[in-house]
């Protein structure tokens, strides 16, 4: 059986610093911390202070993972992964990563130790065990289900919509709308979500014979925040745009506050779509244009994914792609 020396060992560090990584992995230097986490996922450790958990074949616990408890777009999905897990008999762990590699390593290390059966992450970090094996072309270390996001080549079970089409349904409506100099606000462009979205805006201008001039493209970080600065930067420039695509509804917030401080009228001369179709979004001033997410689909698929894994059953797609819709309201067309 692999001990914590043969991980010191492997990775070239002390025991200490093994069993620190183990226990608070914020206070290991970053490299250490990953060659670490690297040589767990080679030699396939389990850690020893927990070993009366393999007792059981499982902890009937899930975590989900999210980057950000307070985006209101993952509340849907986890209470739909909730419904079907206390069906299915397993308690759900919510685990909050905040962008930090650390925190997401550390539930990793709860599924390593059998505290808990697997993760479904709604985020775009991929923990470092599972990080390292995916570079090495090994198998996925933990059970893991992907939710929203996707990684070409990963081998493990996914459930999302088609992000670039859905963007390009969204810009096509605006083109349709006889929008002429049409502006994206992305989300953070190291994420794959952002990066189709943005690949969806450019396909559609592209086919509707239009330029996606650079000057119309912002990235933004999903927050509010981001929106309306990304607006105020459009609006600032000597490219003014007459419509703009951000890439969630929150964006699109902040978008259209910051265009009604600067005097224009929306949708009359900016129109603005948003993407996730959030509760507030039919309730802004005006009611919001927007790409529907189906987040319950999203969650029981996601859950019901991770079941089958853990009881070891085949699944009919290792890749679903879930339907979304284009919600047409005032932010874009003007009332006849």
């Not at 072309?137 to 992907?146: E, K």
């Amino acid at each position: 059986m692999t001990t914590i020396r043969d991980i010191a060992r492997h990775a070239g560090v002390s025991v200490t610093t093994v069993s620190r990584t183990l226990r608070e992995p914020e206070a290991v230097r970053p490299d250490k911390r990953d060659r670490v986490h690297a040589a767990i996922a080679e030699l396939n450790y389990v850690p020893n202070a927990i070993a009366q958990q393999l007792r059981r074949p499982r902890a009937e616990a899930i975590i989900v993972i999210v980057p950000a408890i307070d985006n209101p777009f993952f509340s849907g999905i986890i209470q739909s992964i909730e419904n079907v897990a206390h069906e299915l008999g397993y308690r759900v762990l919510i685990g909050e990563t905040q962008g930090k590699q650390e925190r997401l390593d550390h539930y990793a290390d709860m599924v390593t130790a059998r505290l808990a059966d697997g993760l479904i992450l709604l985020g775009s970090l991929l923990p470092t065990p599972v990080r390292s094996a995916f570079e090495a072309g090994r198998p996925v270390p933990i059970p893991l289900v992907l939710a929203c996001e996707r990684y070409d080549g990963l081998d493990c079970p996914s459930v999302t919509i088609d992000n670039v089409g859905a963007a390009e349904a969204a810009v096509d409506h605006l083109i349709r709308t006889g929008r002429q100099r049409i502006a994206t606000i992305t989300g953070p462009l190291a994420n794959p979500l952002a990066m189709d979205r943005l690949a969806g805006f450019r396909a559609a201008l592209q086919r509707a014979g239009m330029t996606a001039d650079e000057a119309a493209i912002v990235e933004g970080n999903f927050l509010v925040e981001s929106g309306h600065e990304g607006m105020q930067r459009l609006l600032s420039g000597p490219w003014r745009p007459d419509a703009v695509f951000c890439a969630n509804d929150e964006m699109a917030i902040g978008a259209i506050r910051a265009a009604v401080t600067a005097g224009l009228s929306v949708p009359g001369e900016l129109a603005v779509v948003g993407f996730d179709d959030l509760r507030f979004g039919a309730f802004a001033t005006p009611p919001l244009t927007t790409i529907r997410q189906p987040t319950a689909g999203i969650g029981e698929t996601a859950m019901r994914m991770m079941d089958a894994v853990l009881h070891q059953r085949g699944l009919p797609e290792r890749r679903v792609v879930l339907p979304h819709e284009l919600v047409v309201r005032g932010s874009s067309v003007v009332a006849a």
